[in-house]
């Protein structure tokens, strides 16, 4: 089984940038997929970008596309999600997610981290 822990966050001004960290540790597989969530408070979760832990092909949401790249370190089993250009909007907690399938919505997704909150002022 699979456990995630996020890490990285934090408060950012608008237009700033960071990066999050998502450490995996336990059976992974090669065709695992990597996903992050993030939810503000009084909403519901939404998916921001996905991965496989092989190959290429990526899925973003339309509200990051262009701003926040997601990649991976497989040797030290670690998904990171590149924040650039950040907005108050994007203030939320954020979760790492694995799935047997690459998908977009939260129900397929079946192991979570603990979330790390990310702050954007203007």
Known sequence: QVQLVESGGGLV???GSLRLSCAASGRTFSNYAMGWFRQA???ERE???ARRWSGSRT???DSVKGRFTISRD???NTVY???NSLKPEDTAVYYCAASYLLATTPGEYD???QGTQVTVSS
């Open 13 to 15: 001004q608008a237009g």
């Open 41 to 43: 408070p009084g909403k």
């Open 47 to 49: 998916f921001v970008a």
């Open 59 to 61: 899925y973003y949401a």
């Open 74 to 76: 497989n040797a030290k």
């Open 81 to 83: 999600l590149q924040m």
């Open 111 to 113: 192991v979570w981290g």
